[in-house]
């Protein structure tokens, strides 16, 4: 079992709908990331999560430290939202002096105009 | 926050030979990493670029493979060593500023294809 799990693996949807990825993991964490990754290969930092919840235009991502589950929502969403979305998770305890990020598989989202 | 640039952006190469990525940051770093994500996974750490000293290798990854270079705060190189189709990857630079506790930035990748 993978220690970072994401669902859906693909998800189809169209112009202007809520769109919601999952990411559990079964470690212990410092911290939470949400990443966008488009077909070129370019990786866009989105989210650093700890607690609670961030909002950034469309962009929400929560997390729940208790349940080791964080989500990310697009409000509104549209085709140039069309990326492949990645969780990575920070191991140890907050202010601890690790940095390795663990890596979701990613969800492949294509937003249909 | 970092802007991370890469050299190059995309490069095919033949087996057997060697191929140096050059990761360039506009800003003082604390921590430089490169990354490798094979065709449909996700991303696998390859080592810790330390600057003025021998990188920090993850398990299954090996510097006469990946000979690592950091000579200062804002530069680093990745070398692939003696390719084989197998090395066809995305190769990823990232890093960390100090000014931003705990968020990594990442280059734009460096796509390997070997023949």
């Known amino acids: 079992k993978n220690e970072v799990e994401q669902s859906p693996q693909n998800l189809t949807a169209q112009e202007g709908e809520f769109i919601t990825i999952n990411c559990s993991y079964s470690?212990?964490?410092?911290?939470l990331h949400w990443l966008q990754q488009h077909p070129g290969g370019g990786i866009v930092s989105l989210f650093m999560?700890?607690?609670g919840k961030k909002k950034h235009g469309r962009l929400i991502a929560t997390i729940n430290i208790q349940e080791k589950h964080s989500s990310l929502h697009i409000t509104a969403s549209h085709p140039r939202d069309s990326a492949v979305y990645i969780c990575?998770?920070?191991?140890?305890?907050?202010?601890?002096?690790?940095?390795?990020?663990?890596f979701g598989t990613g969800t492949l989202l294509a937003v249909q105009p | 926050s970092a802007v991370i640039s890469q050299k190059p952006s995309r490069d095919i190469c033949q087996r057997g030979t060697s191929l140096t990525i050059q990761c360039q940051v506009d800003?003082?770093?604390?921590?430089m990493f490169w990354y490798r994500q094979q065709p449909g996974q996700s991303l696998t750490l390859i080592a810790t670029?330390?600057?003025?000293?021998?990188?920090?290798?993850e398990s299954g990854f090996v510097i006469d493979k990946f000979p690592i270079s950091r000579p200062n705060l804002t530069f680093s190189t990745l070398t692939v060593s003696n390719m084989s189709p197998e090395d066809s990857s995305i190769y990823l630079c990232?890093?960390?500023?100090?000014?931003?506790?705990?968020?990594?930035?990442f280059g734009p990748g460096t796509r390997l294809t070997v023949l």
């Open positions: 990232s890093a960390e500023a100090g000014f931003s506790y705990n968020e990594q930035f």
């Open positions: 470690v212990g964490i410092s911290a």
């Open positions: 999560l700890s607690s």
């Open positions: 990575a998770v920070r191991l140890g305890v907050y202010g601890g002096a690790t940095n390795k990020l663990i």
């Open positions: 800003s003082q770093v604390t921590m």
């Open positions: 670029a330390n600057q003025g000293s021998e990188a920090t290798y």
